[in-house]
C-alpha cells in the first residue's frame, strides 16, 4: 500500500486540536484533567482523524482502475456495464484501462476472445468514420460534434451457444460511438 504523509500519530492530533482551543487557565485545567469532558471529547476526536486519515492510502489505491481490488466491480459496472467476476483480475484491469483509453487494443480483444474459446482473426473499419458536428460560418460550433465509426470483427469460436456472451463482452470492452459486426468462419 502506498505510504501517506497525511497519516500522523493520535498523540499528534491531539496537539493539533488542543492548538485549536482558547488560550487560558481554563483550558489549561480541562487538559491537565484527563478524565474531563474536554479531554475525553479530544481523544475520541484524535482517534476518529486517525481512523479516518489511516483510510487514504486505500482509497488512492482504489482511485484507479490499475491498482484496484476492492472497488474492480464498482469499476466495471460504471465503465463497463456489468461485472465480469470470472475473469482473471489482470484481464478486468486491462479491459477496464482499454475502454478509459478508448482506443482498440487487439491484445485485450484476443485475450477476451481466449475466454470464449474464439479466435479473432480480422479487426478492421470497412469505411471511413462519419463526423457529425453543427457550425455556421463565422460563428463557433454551437454544439458537441459526435462521430461514429463501424468496425468488423472476424473470428471463428467453437462453441457457437457462447457467441452472444462472447459479443456482448467485446461490445461493452469498445467505446460505444462503435458500430460492430461480427463475422465468423
Not at 471511413?128 to 463501424?150: D, K, L, Q
Request: proline share 5%.
Amino acid at each position: 500500500m502506498p505510504s501517506n504523509k497525511l497519516v500522523h500519530s493520535t498523540t499528534e492530533y491531539k496537539k493539533a486540536i488542543r492548538k485549536l482551543f482558547p488560550y487560558g487557565i481554563y483550558w489549561d485545567v480541562q487538559f491537565d484533567d484527563p478524565e474531563s469532558d474536554v479531554s475525553k471529547w479530544v481523544e475520541k476526536q484524535a482517534e476518529e482523524l486517525h481512523r479516518f486519515k489511516n483510510r487514504f492510502p486505500f482509497l488512492i489505491q482504489e482511485a484507479t482502475p490499475k491498482t484496484a481490488n476492492t472497488m474492480i466491480d464498482d469499476w466495471e459496472r460504471v465503465l463497463l456495464g456489468a461485472i465480469y467476476t470470472d475473469l482473471p483480475l489482470d484481464l478486468r484491469r486491462k479491459l477496464l484501462l482499454t475502454k478509459r483509453r478508448g482506443h482498440i487494443n487487439l491484445s485485450v480483444l484476443e485475450e477476451v476472445a481466449g475466454l470464449y474459446a474464439a479466435k479473432i482473426k480480422r479487426v478492421y473499419y470497412p469505411y471511413r468514420s462519419a463526423f457529425f458536428g453543427h457550425t455556421r460560418i463565422g460563428i463557433n460550433r454551437m454544439c458537441t460534434p459526435a462521430s461514429f465509426s463501424v468496425l468488423f470483427i472476424k473470428a471463428e469460436i467453437e462453441n457457437p451457444a457462447s457467441k452472444a456472451e462472447f459479443e456482448r463482452t467485446i461490445r461493452e470492452t469498445l467505446l460505444a460511438n462503435m458500430i460492430i459486426y461480427f463475422f465468423y468462419d
